[in-house]
């Protein structure tokens, strides 16, 4: 299974990303991850990325496509993978689409997380505050101000991403201000016919 999950920061699909990749065994993609670690190791793209991602801004497409395009063909992604944090514009879809039919591969459907913005500062405020309480350092994408920038740019950029794979037929939108472990049912519910029909 090939599973891209979209939705605005802090829209809970890293939470929702655990749960699948418990519980069908594939791994999760998340761009965020990749990036992270691509700064820590200080490669060329780590130091591209970094001045751009402190300011809350969006990573360039084309370091952002190489970065997935190589951890696909990672032994781990042969047999599916989620896709956390990409794609984040339409372009970058369409370079997802031809990367995937390069490799003979498809995907197999898009969740979106549907949620409230409001609700949503308040949640990431929370998991700041969480994160600070802990001892351990608060992310800078998670100060209220930095997220709001990160609000408005999934709203210019990745918000047209539901349009782009409606019109494909791929999206499926959940609710995602239920409680955790109902939304967790929701995305069971759409994945499990998928994995039925991959096992048989």
Known sequence: MRIILLGPPGAGKGTQSARI??????PQLSTGDMLRAAVAAGTPVGLEAKAVMESGG????????GIVADRIEEPDAHGGFILDGFPRTV????????MLADKSLALTTVIEFAVDEEALVGRIAKRAAET???GEPVRKDDTPEVFKTRLDAYRKQTAPLSAYYASLGMLQTLDGMKPVDAVTQDVMAILQPHAERVAS
């Open 21 to 26: 990749v418990e519980r069908f065994g594939i």
């Open 91 to 98: 372009e970058q879809a369409a370079a997802l689409d031809r």
């Open 58 to 65: 969006l990573v360039p497409d084309a370091v952002v496509v």
């Open 132 to 134: 600070a309480a802990r």
